[in-house]
């Protein structure tokens, strides 16, 4: 089969993103094979067929019938199925098959139209298979009888061009003519009068022939009845009869009368008239009043089915005679059929981040009607991140316009309203859901800037002391949050490692006890990551308390606990009730309430003698010195925190009752005889072992040292428990627990035999070196504190 193509484009328009200006064209014989070649489609586009199938290339029509196919490996265009031109466009001269191929990735579209060329496939057929005529035998050579010629539903050369009479007939012929281009007649011709005495009937056939090649024919069986003097046919008022029905005319309307008129009297002049409707048509959709010729519909009509009928009204009169008019019908349309919104292609979910100007959907509209009942218009309701774009004629597309956020908005539903220009207009709405694909925009963030948490010391392994919290506002894996500890800046002092925390939930761990005398308090950071692709993540501090526990008793620095004898403190009999003995020092490591310390009597030689203050650890005479007390005494304080429960320590001192203070040895109260012999023959044995060293040495230095000697014992200053004080109030400064600085000073002349005690009263706490009121400056050294006050 023989196929012809024609290829029309304009190579200016091949740049445009989306169509060419000018379509391309083929054409095929109809009822072409299934598979039959139409064109070379991907060539004529410039195409490869490898392009085609990466871009997904597929055919759309309008009226969504597949009449094409297009093969994927050659890119060719081939008939899909059976093509009938007669079927699909009726009594057209043209019947183009239009559609559309399109593309995508990118998207991009081209306009086919496919003509359908005639073939002689149809013979000519006359409206009935048998025509009666009563013919009266007056009938004069010439008379002329109108005839139903024959319809071919192809068109051109194939459709009917000739007829003929068979057998040859000597008293008739047939004549076809045309009044114009559109309006073709066929008569029966009367060639010689017939006389009924010798034809009272007769029969004979007449042939339709088209010009196809080979040609085909129809024929209709004439039988004529001579009858005697009916002279005068009807005759109607027009030849052509023109009727405007609008398509949503009612059942049983009144589309229009005809009226025919016969000279004749009596029967042969009254008239009936009957329908004959053009081949191809419906017989039912027309009625007609036999009497009256009024027409009427027995249907409503359909514009977009047929826009227009074609009838024949005969009038046969009462002697045979007969007349024939054409009728047409032009079906007027109204606005009767909403738009029709087809989608081609749709992409939904979209991702967050997609660019502004995206095509997310493709769709095309139409309107059955006609005029500006088919002009449509297309409307989106919500404009603000999408609208729609023209793309190419009754395409549109549905673009992004503006950044999506999914965490704002993580659906859209988008209504498209398609409406005519009708009166009143039809609309007919699409609504296209877009849901928004997650992207991983958004880091954790926690619920609190900063968090602090608080541990007692001595905790247990692993104890959980608080959490973090962070949420993600993403969503699946891009909100997965998951904790660890982040390394703190190189410069800064390393953090804690006894801190944890669940990679899961956030909770956070103390690992092993902490000491609050050690630790006090500590900070990490914490980071919160999602698992998104790459990760994004924030940082939050922790700052971990330890809060303080009763867990050290306190520690006497003054006096000396150790296992050296315990000083004896000297106090004079005439001293009166509050005379300051001496004060018990005591500091606690823990803070808070568990270091405040408050001091008891707890044991005493003669308690109602001594009394000790609560707060400052003072020693004082509670009551003069009668001569019934004892010379020697011996007092336990009782230290104790207020922690809970309260931990507590013991100081033990002894206090000496003296008249007067020249048989004192220091810097200790007197041993028992045996010690104190003991004691001195170890000193005289050191002092010769002394001054027989110097003797050998020098006898020079010996003199010199003799001659210094009176200079320097002249003032010989003793400080009782010097070491252990000094080392005592240093760390008692140090914890704050030492209100008061004491020290005694205690100044034995030279050249007497008896020794001079000063007692001075307590200074306010001082450190570092004071001045004393005699001019002398306390040497930190030797932690000496002169005291200048004299007693009283």
């Not at 008939?79 to 991009?108: I, K, N, W, Y």
């Not at 025509?131 to 009938?139: A, D, K, L, R, Y």
């Not at 009999?573 to 001496?582: E, H, K, N, P, R």
């Amino acid at each position: 089969m023989a196929i012809a193509r024609q290829v029309l484009c304009l190579s200016a328009f091949l740049s445009l993103p989306l169509a060419r200006a000018e379509p391309i064209r083929y054409s095929v014989a109809e009822e072409a094979e299934s598979g039959s070649l139409v064109g070379k489609l991907a060539e004529d586009a410039g195409l490869t067929p490898p392009q085609l199938s990466a871009r997904r290339a597929r055919l759309l029509s309008e009226d969504g019938r597949q009449h094409l196919r297009l093969e994927p490996g050659s890119g060719r265009l081939l008939v899909a199925g059976r093509l009938d031109r007669e079927q699909l466009c009726a009594h057209s001269d043209t019947c183009m098959l239009p559609f559309e191929l399109l593309l995508s990735d990118p998207l991009q579209f081209f306009r086919v139209e496919v003509t359908l060329d005639d073939i002689n496939d149809h013979s000519p057929v006359f409206p009935d298979e048998r025509v009666n005529f009563v013919i009266p035998e007056t009938s004069e050579p010439g008379s002329r009888f109108p005839l139903e010629g024959a319809r071919d539903l192809d068109i051109g050369s194939n459709t009917v061009q000739a007829y003929s009479i068979s057998p040859e007939n000597k008293y008739f012929s047939v004549y076809f003519g045309s009044r114009s281009e559109d309006d073709k007649y066929l008569e029966l011709v009367s060639e010689k009068p017939v006389d009924r005495e010798e034809h009272a009937e007769m029969s004979f056939n007449i042939i339709a022939e088209d010009g196809g090649s080979p040609a085909r024919s129809g024929t209709t069986q004439v039988h004529i009845v001579i009858l005697d003097a009916n002279d005068n046919a009807p005759s109607f008022t027009k030849e052509v009869y023109i009727a405007k029905v609008l398509e949503n005319m009612p059942e049983g309307s009144v589309v229009l009368n005809v009226l025919a008129t016969d000279q004749d009297a009596g029967v042969n002049g009254d008239i009936s008239y009957q329908l004959s409707q053009a081949v191809g048509q419906s017989d039912s959709t027309f009625v007609i009043d036999p009497r009256t010729g009024e027409i009427k519909l027995t249907k409503p009509l359909d514009f977009e089915e047929s826009e227009h009928h074609e009838i024949r009204v005969r009038a046969t009169d009462g002697g045979g005679l007969s007349a024939i008019c054409k009728v047409l019908v032009e079906v007027v349309d109204v606005n009767d059929n909403a738009p029709e919104l087809a989608v081609s292609s749709f992409s939904s979910p979209l991702p967050e981040n997609t660019a502004p100007g995206t095509v997310v959907a493709l769709f095309t509209v139409r309107d059955r009607d006609s005029g500006a009942n088919g002009k449509i218009s297309c409307a989106l309701d919500d404009q603000l991140f999408f609208s729609l774009r023209p793309a190419y004629k009754n395409y549109y597309e549905l673009v992004t316009v503006s950044a999506l956020d999914r965490e704002h908005t993580a659906q859209y539903v988008l209504r498209v309203t398609a409406a005519d220009a009708g009166s009143p207009p039809l609309t007919s709405t699409h609504t296209f859901t877009v849901d928004i694909s997650d992207v991983n925009d958004n880091a954790p963030v926690f619920n609190q800037t900063s968090y602090t948490m608080y541990v007692r010391e001595n905790n247990v392994p692993s104890v959980l002391v608080g959490a973090v919290s962070a949420a993600d506002a993403d969503e699946g894996l891009n909100a997965k949050v998951t904790y660890s500890l982040a390394p703190g800046p190189a410069a800064e002092r390393p953090s804690c490692s006894c801190i944890s925390v669940n990679s899961e939930n956030g909770h956070v761990f103390v690992l092993r006890p902490l000491d609050y005398e050690r630790l006090k308090h500590t900070e990490v950071t914490v980071s919160a990551s999602d698992a998104g692709s790459p990760p994004l993540r924030a940082n939050v501090t922790v700052r971990l308390v330890v809060l303080d526990e009763n867990d050290n008793a306190p520690l006497v620095l003054y006096p000396a606990q150790d296992s050296s004898p315990a000083s004896s403190e000297l106090v004079p009999v005439a001293a009166q009730a509050g005379y300051l003995i001496t004060k018990v020092v005591a500091v606690d490591a823990d803070s808070a309430q568990n270091s405040w310390l408050s001091y008891h009597l707890l044991r005493a030689t003669e308690p109602g003698l001594f009394s000790v203050a609560v707060q400052s650890g003072e020693v004082r005479l509670k009551r003069p010195v009668t001569e019934r007390d004892s010379v020697k005494h011996k007092l336990l304080v009782l230290v104790t925190d207020n922690g809970k429960p309260p931990l507590s320590a013991t100081a033990a001192l002894s206090a000496l009752l003296l008249k007067d203070f020249s048989d004192v040895r220091l810097p200790h109260s007197s041993p028992p005889a045996d010690e104190h012999g003991d004691s001195l023959t170890t000193s005289l044995i050191i002092s010769l072992v002394f001054v027989s060293l110097l003797f050998l040495v020098s006898s020079a230095v010996f003199v010199a040292r003799k001659v210094c000697k009176s200079k320097e014992l002249k003032a010989a200053h003793v400080l009782y428990g010097a070491d252990n004080l000094q080392s005592g109030l240093a760390d008692a400064a140090a914890a704050g627990t030492l209100p008061r600085a004491y020290c005694y000073e205690i100044s034995l002349t030279t050249g007497t035999a008896n020794s001079e005690f000063q007692f001075l009263k307590p200074i306010l706490p001082s450190l570092p070196a004071q001045p004393c009121a005699t001019g002398q400056g306390c040497d930190n050294g030797s932690f000496r504190q002169n005291l200048c006050s004299p007693l009283a």
